[in-house]
């Protein structure tokens, strides 16, 4: 597998559920990031982990929670998520001396 | 200071025409600037990308021209094809500590017709 790998690929969770987000890159990179993209708004930054340490919380709500193990994977944990969350989550990843992101194909979350 | 304006927000452009998507920034910090592509159902990918240094990067059709007096770049399609079609980002960043963190704009829509 190359690149950055995402699972799933599409969820539908009610509001009281608990689901994670998984995100994998094969690319050696030293940073990984979480982003949100909802219709007709930017990709919004939610988080960034540098040497698998956060380095920036984009004042996001606690009910997303954030884990990088190491530097290959970042989860994003989802917890009473309100409908308003529903959007395309996107894992992308980037070594630091270049600043170009490798994104990966994201997952599509539906809260009802 | 830290956004990215893009504009338009939606292209139509005939096929074998010139597309131009603009971008405008305020930070002059910013020291590195992407183009990515998306398709529908995919993540954003890396098109093309340019630093301060110079004021144009050709790479195929695509072109960058870049312009560090007025805070503006811009990306040029030429003899646009229907398969260009997708939502394109400029974005922005400044290297800082051990990660880069990219400020994006709101995007634009490019259809080509055949």
């Known amino acids: 597998e190359t690149g950055v790998t995402q699972t799933p690929r599409h969820l539908v969770m009610g509001m009281t559920n608990k689901k994670s987000l998984k995100c994998e890159q094969h690319?050696?990179?030293?940073?990984m990031y979480w982003y949100k993209q909802s219709a007709k708004k930017p990709l919004e930054l939610m988080f960034v982990?540098?040497?698998?340490?956060?380095?920036e919380n984009n004042s996001v709500p606690s009910r997303f929670s954030p884990e990088c193990p190491n530097s290959s994977h970042l989860f994003l944990h989802l917890h009473t998520l309100q409908p308003e969350d529903s959007a395309l989550y996107l894992c992308?990843?980037?070594?630091?001396?270049?600043?170009?992101?490798?994104f990966g194909s994201g997952t599509r979350l539906t809260v009802v | 200071q830290q956004q990215v304006k893009q504009s338009p927000q939606s292209l139509i452009v005939q096929k074998g025409g010139i597309s131009i998507i603009n971008c405008a920034y305020e930070n002059t910090a910013f020291d590195y600037f992407p183009w990515y592509q998306q398709f529908p159902g995919k993540g954003p990918a890396l098109l093309i990308a340019?630093?301060?240094?110079?004021s144009e990067k050709k790479e195929g059709r695509f072109t960058i021209s870049f312009n560090k007096s007025a805070k503006q770049f811009s990306l040029h399609i030429m003899d646009s094809q229907p398969g260009d079609s997708a939502t394109y980002f400029c974005?922005?960043?400044?290297?800082?500590?051990?990660?880069?963190?990219?400020?994006f704009g709101k995007g634009t829509k490019l259809t080509v017709n055949p």
């Open positions: 340019i630093r301060p240094d110079v």
């Open positions: 992308a990843s980037s070594q630091d001396t270049t600043g170009g992101y490798t």
């Open positions: 690319l050696g990179h030293n940073a």
């Open positions: 974005a922005a960043s400044t290297g800082q500590g051990g990660s880069e963190k990219l400020v």
């Open positions: 982990y540098s040497l698998e340490e956060r380095v």
